[in-house]
């Protein structure tokens, strides 16, 4: 039974990993520059959080505030900032200059 209620919580957890997931990550596809993140953030980021912020009040609210539905949707929540914030991290990366420039000092 413990195994059970395991696997539901795991299954739950992961099923919506993907689906805040793919929601972020549908955004930096559609996107005409997908690869300008600063512009995909300062436009879609905001629109998305309000729009999340009030899914989830409103589902908390509809299920009489209990402790799982704030629980479950503040951890939706954060997972949704987490995602974003490693999206931000992950598509920034930083070019290495590996031109060695030549040490003439021994000329005359």
């Known amino acids: 039974m413990i195994a059970l209620i395991l696997f539901g919580i795991f299954f739950t957890g992961l099923m919506t990993f993907v689906i805040v997931r793919i929601s972020i990550s549908c955004m930096f596809w559609s996107s005409k520059n997908p690869n300008d ?4 953030f300062k436009v879609y980021f905001p629109y998305y ?3 999340l912020s ?9 299920f009489n505030k209990s402790l799982l539905a704030i629980y479950y949707f503040s951890a939706v929540y954060i997972i949704a900032l987490s995602i974003w914030r ?4 992950s598509r920034i990366k930083k070019k290495k200059n590996f031109a060695v420039e030549p040490n003439q000092s021994h000329l005359p």
């Open 37 to 40: 993140k600063q512009h995909i």
């Open 49 to 51: 959080i309000i729009i």
């Open 54 to 62: 009030i899914i989830c009040i409103a589902f908390i609210i509809k």
């Open 86 to 89: 490693n999206e931000m991290k």
